[in-house]
């Protein structure tokens, strides 16, 4: 770990100390650093993300434009009771989700639902002017070719400016309808058009209930909706049919002999007008349906006519780029199926990746309870809206940021695109506070809260998670070194690196820039530098651990920390929610799950002052660092378990290891601070490799099977299988494996071994679920390897393709 970011570090510097104009503001530079930044933005503005959303495109834009997508089997008086809207896990869907995505340009998304008995493909692609478009397309199940098909596209506009149309009626002839809009916010005037192919067949509008309910025409409809309610869209719909249907009741009491797609169409009955429009359709068998926004003075304008090469173009660019950035390793080169696999789950994470903004509720009041560790009621208060850019663990049942699982997804979409994760890191360092504290959970605005139980709503400041974004910036820099290897020796001025003219605003280079450009990769440090020192400093003061109280001496008087928050059945702070910690909580637990993550913090902060020459911080960081690779051991090195420990104290305040095996005991060699030469990476891997404590056919168990917590109670963290902490296992296997220090040949033979039959197993068993069910999971059963929990988790359980990525062995 160690020798490689040195490596980097000395690359990546000697571009600072050939040319002092980068971090001195260079005119020419801030030009190029501007013009990158404009690109990249350019480039990310719109998207489909309104991710918790099966399909809902929006800009990275506040009290803008936002649209929708929803639709329902109309064979049936059942079908509308199943309309889909949001991703939901209860939803009977063979599956759904984006099988070829890049958010710079776009790609497809595939929906198989059983209810409506189509697969419902949605293509999206864009420019870098602002201008889109979406292809949607329904291909009915074979024996289902007539089946009748409800679906709606909305558009609604929050904030100033106005969307119209020019309709006075409820029933549009035309299969053409056009939304024009005017919003500063969105660049001055635009146009919306929805229409269809001229191949899509109607149900046909005989013996018409009421004039306005033939469904071979278009329905539309529009109102006014205040803004932070457009997400209601779904909601709101649902009423206008119950009024149009409790109408229509007072007229006709056999409601049963009203066709469906009669009863089920929107009619305006109030003449209402506003800023949020739906516009309604039926269909008979396959449909195809063209939707494009352009702005009012675009050169180059989507349309029906070249939608589909632009969708193919963007299609391309994903595959090559795949290609260039996900070189498979054996076994997984060898069947197009694990390819497809792969596609697959980093379009998935991509597809996750959604624009959040809103208010909050935050209690900086309440103390914990740290006497009788009993949950704390919190009582929230509405903080300031912000925004944030970030992937999800799941659009069906944890649509919004997670402070520990982000770093995880930032993972292999660094692999994929640098600039865009470390966008979406910007957008979350924007979010510390002056006291250094950034919510675990990023539950931002009414939407997202519809979506979290309210005991889980309010966030606390004195409540961390796993600083997991820290190790982003670190494989950046490896990253860098990679592709710059030939540099360390001849290091060149900044502007010999390219310049930055009309080629460099491809996508490709976007994505590549800081890796091919480091002045902007010096830069970016620069900028987050100061709020990631305020962070790192609230996590050690907050999660201070008592030494002093306690008579305990190790190495560093300073160097120990708890994780607060906990409870007497969870430690929620930690991510780990359930692992059995001491069976009675107390202020003298000290956990060692977290020193090694304040270690994390440390080393990457260390790095990223030596980055920019700032030689007394990172003086003071590489101390710190020190202090806490020596207490790691002195406070949690239990000779008699042979494994790291949490400590608590006794009846008599005299400490007290806690040895839950698992993977709380890893983590000082997950985060590689055991060093190679000692006897003790020996010791962890026979825990790893045993079948009767973590090893298993599917992958490392969360608890070991021989503890007396193993798979009781909740049974989240206490057996099965994570994908993350799988990860972190075989990337520290390959790092110990590769170290020439390593203590002995006995001790490579078993990390060599562990390593290629893990790496296998692991990604062999996620992949035949994903085969079996469609769908990837949350965690996958330690006994027989079936998925489990939350299914659609395309968060840290992608981080299977970069395992794919790793060499076949350890040589």
């Not at 397309?137 to 089946?147: L, R, S, T, Y």
């Amino acid at each position: 770990m160690k020798s490689y970011i040195a490596i980097a570090l000395i690359f990546v510097y000697s571009i600072v100390c050939s040319s002092e104009t980068v971090l001195n503001g260079n005119s020419e530079n801030q030009v190029f650093i501007d013009q990158y930044s404009k690109a990249s933005n350019a480039s990310l503005l719109w998207g489909p993300y309104r991710s918790n959303l099966y399909l809902g495109i929006r800009p990275r834009i506040p009290h803008s434009l936002m649209t929708g997508l929803m639709w329902f089997n109309a064979d049936d008086y059942q079908g509308v009771g199943k309309i889909k809207h949001a991703c939901d896990q209860n939803d009977n869907l063979k599956g759904f989700g984006w099988t070829k995505y890049d958010p710079r340009t776009g790609g497809r998304q595939i929906i198989k639902d059983d209810d409506c008995k189509l697969s419902l493909i949605t293509e999206f692609a864009k420019d870098n002017d602002g201008n889109w478009g979406l292809k949607i397309k329904g291909i009915p199940k074979k024996g289902h070719e007539d089946v009748k098909t409800s679906l709606i596209f909305y558009a609604g506009l929050e904030g100033d400016g106005i969307l119209t149309s020019f309709y006075e009626s409820d029933i549009i002839e035309s299969t053409h309808v056009k939304l024009g809009g005017l919003a500063e916010q969105l660049g001055g005037g635009f146009d919306i058009d929805i229409t269809e192919s001229i191949k899509n067949k109607k149900p046909e509008g005989k013996e018409l209930v009421k004039p306005n309910s033939d469904p071979s025409k278009t329905h539309y409809l529009s109102l006014h909706v205040p803004d932070d309610n457009i997400w209601k869209a779904k909601d709101i719909f649902m009423a206008l049919l119950k009024e149009s249907i409790e109408e229509l009741t007072k007229e006709h009491q056999n409601l049963h002999e009203v066709p469906p797609e009669q009863l089920f169409s929107i009619r305006n009955m109030n003449n209402f007008n506003g800023n949020l429009h739906f516009i309604q359709k039926f269909f008979v068998g396959e449909f195809e349906l063209f939707i494009t926004f352009n702005k009012e003075n675009a050169v180059e304008k989507f349309t029906p006519e070249n939608i589909n090469s632009k969708i193919k173009s963007s299609i391309k660019h994903f595959e090559e780029r795949f290609a260039e950035t996900f070189e498979l390793q054996p076994p997984f080169n060898s069947d197009k199926n694990y390819s497809v696999f792969a596609k697959d789950f980093l379009s998935n994470l991509l597809g996750g990746i959604g624009y959040f903004y809103g208010d909050s509720l935050v209690d900086r009041e309440t103390p914990l309870d740290e006497v009788k560790f009993e949950p704390t009621l919190l009582n929230g208060k509405v903080e300031p809206a912000h925004e944030l850019f970030t992937s999800v663990p799941s659009r069906s049942f944890f649509p919004r940021g997670f402070y520990w699982d982000e770093g995880f997804h930032l993972l292999p979409i660094t692999e994929y695109d640098v600039g865009l994760s470390l966008e979406i890191l910007k957008s979350w360092f924007s979010l510390i506070d002056e006291d250094g504290y950034i919510s675990r959970e990023q539950i931002l605005g009414p939407e997202a809260r519809s979506k979290v139980p309210p005991e889980f709503q309010v966030q606390n400041p004195h409540i961390a998670n796993p600083p997991t974004m820290l190790l982003v910036f670190t494989k950046i820099l490896a990253l860098a070194k990679e592709r710059h290897d030939q540099l360390i020796d001849e290091p060149k001025k900044v502007d010999e690196f390219g310049g930055f003219g009309a080629e460099f605003y491809e996508n490709e280079n976007l994505a590549d820039a800081y890796l091919t450009h480091p002045e902007l990769l010096i830069n970016y440090a620069k900028e987050i530098y100061p709020k990631l020192q305020k962070h790192y400093e609230w996590f050690r003061k907050t999660q201070k651990g008592d030494l002093e109280e306690f008579e305990r001496t190790p190495f560093s008087k300073n160097e120990a920390y708890r994780w607060r928050g906990r409870t007497q059945k969870h430690c929620l702070a930690s991510g780990l929610d359930d692992y059995p910690r001491a069976e009675s909580p107390d202020t003298a637990e000290l956990n060692v799950d977290l020193i090694s993550w304040i270690g994390v913090m440390t080393r990457s902060i260390k790095t990223m002052a030596e980055l920019l020459d700032k030689q007394d911080d990172a003086q003071k960081y590489s101390s710190i660092l020190h202090d806490i690779s020596k207490n790691i051991d002195d406070l949690h090195w239990s000779e008699k378990d042979e494994c790291y420990c949490d400590v608590t104290v006794d009846d008599n305040d005299e400490d007290l290891f806690v040895c839950n095996k698992g993977y709380v005991s890893l983590f000082p060699f997950l985060h590689k601070f055991i060093p190679a030469n000692s006897a003790k990476i020996y010791k962890i891997v026979q825990l790893i490799r045993d079948p009767e404590e973590l090893w298993s056919d599917y992958g490392i168990r969360s608890l070991s099977k021989s503890n007396k917590y193993f798979r009781t109670g909740e049974d989240y963290w206490r057996g099965n299988i994570w994908v993350n902490m799988n990860y972190l296992v075989l990337e520290s296997l390959l790092h110990y494996g590769q170290q020439p220090d390593l203590v002995d040949s006995k001790t490579k033979k078993l990390i060599q071994d562990t390593y290629k039959n893990l790496r296998v197993n692991l990604v062999q068993n996620i992949f035949n679920e994903w085969e079996r069910t469609g769908f990837a999971f949350e965690q996958y059963d330690e006994n027989t390897g079936k998925g489990a929990r939350t299914k659609h988790f395309l968060g840290w359980t992608a981080l299977a393709i970069s395992i794919m990525k790793m060499p076949e062995q350890i040589k």
